[in-house]
């Protein structure tokens, strides 16, 4: 029987448990219309096409991972709110593969809503930066690095790459502590230096 008072937020909420479930690349417009009650052509009344969809799913992953991260990150800074950050991320990916999948998507076009939220993400990762002095270019930087390290570890991890008997959490650790250390000596530019020199 159809579902009665289908809108694009109840689309998406099916979506999301079919990507959580099966991983991202096996959401269809066929799969989701049998989630949802519906005839296939009827989704197209919420969204446009397959890639749109992901899109929604994009933005709903940049949207509690933002919620979840800011709550993680309130009224802490430096090397707790760097290991925050990055348990979060690690925390969401378990608990939700497919919107991890998504959350690493590029979207051509962002809607307002989803920019904003973008860039409130963004800043989070900024402000940790900040915490270790790091501001400017060096900060964009330091922040493509971390989030590429962060990334790559949880990729694995979630992909099931980790194979030997050495506990993962403490392989997670080291890269925390690995991370820390390498922001607290970065950068090599001379302003930071004699920042960091007269601290």
Same mark, same amino acid.
């Given at each position: 029987?159809?579902?009665?008072? +289908?809108? /694009? @937020? =109840?689309?998406? #909420? *099916?979506?999301?448990? $079919? !990507?959580?479930?099966?991983? &991202?690349?096996?959401?269809?417009?066929?799969?989701?219309?049998?989630?949802?009650?519906?005839?296939?052509?009827?989704?197209?009344n919420h969204v446009e096409c397959l890639g749109s969809l992901k899109a929604h799913l994009t933005s709903r992953a940049l949207s +509690?991972? /933002? @919620? =979840?991260?800011? #709550? *993680?990150?309130?009224? $802490? !800074?430096?090397?707790?709110? &760097?290991?925050?950050?990055?348990?979060?991320q690690r925390d969401f990916a378990k608990a939700h593969p497919g919107l991890w999948s998504a959350f690493k998507l590029p979207i051509?076009?962002?809607?307002?809503?989803?920019?904003?939220?973008?860039?409130?993400?963004?800043? /989070?990762?900024?402000?940790?930066?900040?915490?270790?002095?790091? !501001?400017?270019?060096?900060?964009?930087?330091?922040?493509?690095?971390?989030?590429?390290?962060?990334?790559?570890?949880?990729?694995?991890?979630v992909g099931g790459g980790f194979g030997l008997k050495q506990k993962v959490d403490l392989s997670f650790d080291t890269l925390l502590?690995?991370?820390?250390?390498?922001?607290?000596?970065?950068?090599?530019?001379?302003?930071?230096?004699?920042?960091?020199?007269?601290?």
């Amino acid at each position: 029987m159809p579902r009665a008072g +289908l809108n /694009l @937020d =109840a689309v998406v #909420d *099916a979506a999301v448990v $079919i !990507a959580d479930a099966d991983g &991202l690349d096996s959401l269809s417009f066929a799969k989701l219309a049998m989630e949802l009650g519906v005839r296939a052509p009827s989704l197209y009344n919420h969204v446009e096409c397959l890639g749109s969809l992901k899109a929604h799913l994009t933005s709903r992953a940049l949207s +509690l991972l /933002l @919620d =979840a991260t800011r #709550d *993680a990150m309130a009224g $802490i !800074a430096g090397r707790e709110a &760097l290991a925050a950050f990055g348990r979060t991320q690690r925390d969401f990916a378990k608990a939700h593969p497919g919107l991890w999948s998504a959350f690493k998507l590029p979207i051509a076009q962002w809607s307002d809503a989803a920019q904003r939220t973008a860039d409130s993400y963004v800043a /989070l990762a900024l402000a940790i930066m900040r915490g270790y002095g790091l !501001a400017g270019d060096d900060a964009i930087h330091a922040t493509r690095v971390v989030r590429a390290s962060l990334q790559g570890f949880i990729d694995l991890e979630v992909g099931g790459g980790f194979g030997l008997k050495q506990k993962v959490d403490l392989s997670f650790d080291t890269l925390l502590s690995m991370l820390h250390v390498s922001l607290s000596q970065y950068p090599v530019t001379t302003g930071h230096k004699q920042l960091r020199a007269a601290k």
